[in-house]
T-cell receptor, first 113, second 113 residues
Framework: EPEVTQTPSHQVTQMGQEVILRCVPI?????FYWYRQILGQKVEFLVS????????KSEIFDDQFSVERPDGSNFTLKIRSTKLEDSAMYFC???????????FGSGTRLTVV | DQQVKQNSPSLSVQEGRISILNCDYT??????FLWYKKYPAEGPTFLIS?????DKNEDGRFTVFLNKSAKHLSLHIVPSQPGDSAVYFC????????????FGKGTKLTVNP
């Protein structure tokens, strides 16, 4: 069964530092997503990516965030200058189409200290 | 190995009828289960949950049933409404373990007027 792989599983970073979360989506999927879940809260949509560009983004996804698909296999989320409130579980997902068949990664727990 | 499975990628029902969304899991350590509803370009929205100590939880039109021996849960929506049309994700967590949500791939529900 193909998987979405996220690395690292846990990242600790100092406030103000840049962090890059990495994801390897399923190879034939076309749509890519980042979500986050702050502890005890709901899963929140951050951004969707299709055809090498952002197709949708939420209010959370401000100028501190960026996504990239640098080499056709990886899908990265960069946070330029981390804040304490960025501490959350970040999920990557991919799908063949927009309607269903999503596969979520197991998440990266980001802790900003 | 896919730990949470939603074997039906799509489901279509008539308005007013019952919608039944199914989910199977393999990890017997899961002790808390959740259903999320997702509209396009939004994050999954929490709908209803159930603890492994219960076999049923009801909230308005939504009822979740858990059959631990079969490692199966289902979400019943009755009566179904056109606004219920969305992708529904089943998720599971081992609260005493990693606390990571494990999602199914989703089922697209279409409720026809």
């Amino acid at each position: 069964e193909p998987e979405v792989t996220q690395t690292p599983s846990h990242q600790v970073t100092q406030m103000g530092q840049e962090v890059i979360l990495r994801c390897v989506p399923i190879s034939n999927h076309l749509y890519f997503y980042w979500y986050r879940q702050i502890l005890g809260q709901k899963v929140e949509f951050l951004v969707s990516f299709y055809n090498n560009e952002i197709s949708e983004k939420s209010e959370i996804f401000d100028d501190q965030f960026s996504v990239e698909r640098p080499d056709g296999s990886n899908f990265t989320l960069k946070i330029r200058s981390t804040k304490l409130e960025d501490s959350a579980m970040y999920f990557c997902a991919s799908s063949l189409n927009q309607d269903a068949g999503y596969t979520f990664g197991s998440g990266t727990r980001l802790t900003v200290v | 190995d896919q730990q949470v499975k939603q074997n039906s990628p799509s489901l279509s029902v008539q308005e007013g009828r019952i919608s039944i969304l199914n989910c199977d899991y393999t990890n017997s350590m899961f002790d808390y289960f959740l259903w999320y509803k997702k509209y396009p370009a939004e994050g999954p929205t929490f709908l209803i949950s159930i603890s492994s100590i219960k076999d049923k939880n009801e909230d308005g039109r939504f009822t979740v049933f858990l059959n631990k021996s079969a490692k199966h849960l289902s979400l019943h929506i009755v009566p179904s409404q056109p606004g219920d049309s969305a992708v529904y994700f089943c998720a599971a967590v081992n609260q005493g373990g990693s606390e990571k949500l494990v999602f199914g791939k989703g089922t697209k529900l279409t409720v026809n007027p």
